[in-house]
């Protein structure tokens, strides 16, 4: 849930010979508040999702939450494990109602009296990250839950007076800080995965570029990411019976 490192697990599971099913959820999980929106929702919580995402051609288009939601639900409840990554901690927020959107607002709906730009607190992403563990093994069971930090930076910041740079630092610091409060609580069953270290830390030790994938220097380079699911598929995934 919220990247795409979910679908190289995948990948990966499939070209070694596992099994491995797939259930397509809204691509705009990128915050902890919009995760945490949807697992909610899922569950059988309040109808209620500020779930605008981009599409294809870059226009905002609001995800109906008119979907199979027993269908989401049973998924949850079959798997095995979540793999849960998170990217940004600036979000868009509803002055009234307090609800943090899934990304931006579409600029035909966007009021600058109703709507504001923020960046979340570590307290915020910690609480709301111990919510989608706990309602996640309320559905699932005792199956692990591993949180991973997003190594691909921000394209973009609407906070004033800041760089991109900085802005980036201190949006993925919020969101490390808060993962480091929920791991060192030491609940059996949740983890963290050093993706985002891999690939920003790493890097600066290699005579390599870790960021050129797909053509794009924001994107991890993919004989890193192979390196990286690889990794974990070992230290997560236990070997087929028989092999």
Known sequence: MGSCFAQHIRQHLLRHGRQSG???????????????????????????????????????????????????????????????????????QDRRTGGVFWRGIPQDIFDPQ??????????????????????????????????????????????????????DAVSKSTLRLAIEHVTLEREVGVHYWPSFEAFRWLGAHLERRLYDGENNPRHPSTDMIARMVDLFVRSFIAEPVGS
């Open 114 to 167: 109703v709507h504001e730009h923020r960046l979340s607190t570590v307290e915020e992403n910690a609480d709301n990250l111990r919510a989608i563990a706990r309602s996640l093994r309320a559905l699932a069971g005792d199956v692990p839950v591993v949180f991973t930090l997003s190594p691909v930076p921000l394209i973009a910041t609407m906070r004033e007076r800041t760089s991109i740079f900085a802005a």
């Open 22 to 92: 797939h259930v397509p959820v809204p691509e705009g999980l990128n915050n902890t508040f919009a995760i945490r929106q949807f697992v909610d929702w899922a569950a059988g919580g309040a109808d209620t999702l500020y779930s605008f995402e981009k599409t294809d051609d870059n226009r905002m288009e609001r995800w109906e939450a008119d979907k199979d939601r027993d269908a989401f639900r049973q998924a949850i409840a079959q798997a095995g494990g979540f793999v849960v990554t998170i990217g940004v901690a600036e979000v868009w």
